[in-house]
């Protein structure tokens, strides 16, 4: 049994990222009935990921599932940052969140932490600038938020640089499909806001920095042991 943390062969991570964009569409396009479908489609692979991880890399995933949940409860329900279509919290949303943490994950573990520098120091200069350019100041704490993650979790800055770049485009199609609306001003904090608002996959890395301290060992331990040419076990 490995002692990596869960990975997915390129073919499901490919899966799992094509699922949550025909997904998205569906769920927009054929209303109640479609986000059945696809609530139903995401659980099931989730629950087939899931059936073939290792014992510790299956209660990474349901803490994953868990913290999104409660995070989407918050931040939509409560919080009202934004909106999905039908004003829920649609059921393949937490699971979603899952396949897209194990996604990224397959692909951060082919990105050295040189070249992750180079790539989250690209992703914030785009952010920043449109930022600036939108008045987009709900992305500012969202900012802030990202360099605390990348300074006091270092073993993660793979994926967190990933994920700030996989989310963004997530959150781009999400909001254009149609699927959910961010609120123009966020409340409590009265900043306006971009629809997404170019920080918000922030959300996403502060999720999966929350998920990893299950692993954080095995995953230090799977970046010392990739420097002497370690290989990694994906989902059989």
Same mark, same amino acid.
Not at 33 to 62: E, H, K, N, T
Not at 100 to 126: D, E, F, H, V
């Given at each position: 049994?490995?002692?990596?943390?869960?990975?997915?062969?390129?073919?499901?991570?490919?899966?799992?990222? =094509?699922?949550?964009?025909?997904?998205?569409?569906?769920?927009?396009?054929?209303?109640?009935?479609?986000?059945?479908?696809?609530?139903?489609?995401?659980?099931?692979? !989730?629950?087939?990921?899931?059936?073939?991880?290792?014992? +510790?890399?299956?209660?990474?995933?349901?803490?994953?599932?868990?913290?999104?949940?409660?995070?989407?409860?918050?931040?939509?329900?409560?919080?009202?940052?934004?909106? !999905?279509?039908? !004003?829920?919290?649609?059921?393949?949303?937490?699971?979603?969140?899952?396949?897209?943490?194990?996604?990224?994950?397959?692909? +951060?573990?082919?990105?050295?932490?040189? !070249? +992750?520098?180079?790539?989250?120091?690209?992703?914030?200069?785009?952010? =920043?600038?449109?930022?600036?350019?939108?008045?987009?100041?709900?992305?500012?704490?969202?900012? =802030?938020?990202?360099?605390?993650?990348?300074?006091?979790?270092? +073993?993660?800055?793979?994926?967190?640089?990933?994920?700030?770049?996989?989310? #963004?485009?997530?959150? #781009?199609?999400?909001?254009?499909?149609?699927?959910?609306?961010?609120?123009?001003?966020?409340?409590?904090?009265?900043?306006?806001?971009?629809?997404?608002?170019?920080?918000?996959?922030?959300?996403?890395?502060?999720?999966?920095?929350?998920?990893?301290?299950?692993?954080?060992?095995?995953?230090?331990?799977?970046?010392?042991?990739?420097?002497?040419?370690?290989?990694?076990?994906?989902?059989?």
């Amino acid at each position: 049994m490995s002692s990596a943390p869960t990975f997915l062969t390129p073919l499901r991570a490919t899966v799992a990222l =094509t699922t949550i964009a025909v997904g998205l569409w569906v769920d927009q396009a054929f209303e109640v009935w479609g986000q059945i479908a696809v609530s139903l489609w995401v659980w099931g692979l !989730y629950l087939w990921f899931a059936q073939r991880a290792a014992p +510790a890399d299956r209660r990474m995933m349901v803490k994953c599932l868990l913290i999104a949940t409660v995070g989407e409860g918050i931040c939509s329900l409560l919080w009202g940052l934004y909106d !999905y279509r039908l !004003y829920n919290i649609p059921p393949f949303v937490p699971p979603g969140h899952v396949l897209m943490l194990m996604a990224g994950m397959t692909l +951060a573990q082919r990105l050295s932490l040189r !070249y +992750a520098n180079a790539l989250a120091l690209l992703a914030l200069i785009g952010i =920043t600038g449109a930022m600036l350019l939108t008045h987009d100041w709900l992305s500012l704490p969202f900012l =802030t938020l990202f360099g605390l993650l990348w300074i006091f979790s270092p +073993a993660q800055r793979p994926v967190f640089a990933v994920m700030l770049l996989l989310a #963004l485009g997530l959150e #781009l199609y999400g909001t254009w499909v149609g699927n959910w609306t961010w609120k123009p001003v966020a409340p409590w904090l009265e900043l306006s806001a971009h629809n997404p608002p170019f920080a918000s996959s922030v959300l996403y890395c502060l999720l999966d920095c929350l998920t990893l301290q299950v692993g954080v060992s095995r995953w230090r331990g799977w970046r010392l042991a990739r420097k002497g040419a370690a290989s990694f076990e994906p989902i059989s």
